[in-house]
């Protein structure tokens, strides 16, 4: 069994900056693509970045220029950082793993971004 579990949510001003950290339970970790999704309520949930076992990274045009995922192999975790917050990324923000067997969430952690 996969576990997957988020931390770093809070409550930022615009503008702000906050890192979400992924803790990944998974044996070979660095095979697996790492993926970053975010839900803000009434909405559907939302891909927001990619980052492949050699470290390509992909991101939704939304965060392109201001997110940064990475991840750290020696850790199983992967990382966003998210920079020049705005209120519309303000949503509970989710990590995936896909094994090839089936998709693996985390609990969500919280971002609020308001003044």
């Known amino acids: 069994q996969v576990q997957l579990v988020e931390s770093g949510g809070g409550l930022v001003q615009p503008g702000g900056s906050l890192r979400l950290s992924c803790a990944a339970s998974?044996?070979?970790?660095?095979?697996?693509?790492m993926d970053w999704y975010r839900q803000a309520p009434g909405k559907a949930r939302e891909w927001v970045a990619t980052?492949?076992?050699?470290?390509?990274?992909k991101y939704a045009d939304s965060v392109k220029g201001r997110f940064t995922i990475s991840r750290d192999n020696t850790k199983n975790t992967a990382y966003l950082q998210m920079n020049s917050l705005k209120p519309d990324d303000a949503a509970v923000y989710y990590c995936?793993?896909?094994?090839?067997?089936?998709?693996?969430w985390g609990q969500g952690t919280q971002v609020t971004v308001s003044s």
């Open positions: 995936r793993l896909n094994d090839g067997y089936g998709n693996y």
């Open positions: 980052i492949a076992s050699v470290g390509t990274t």
């Open positions: 998974k044996s070979f970790f660095s095979r697996y693509a």
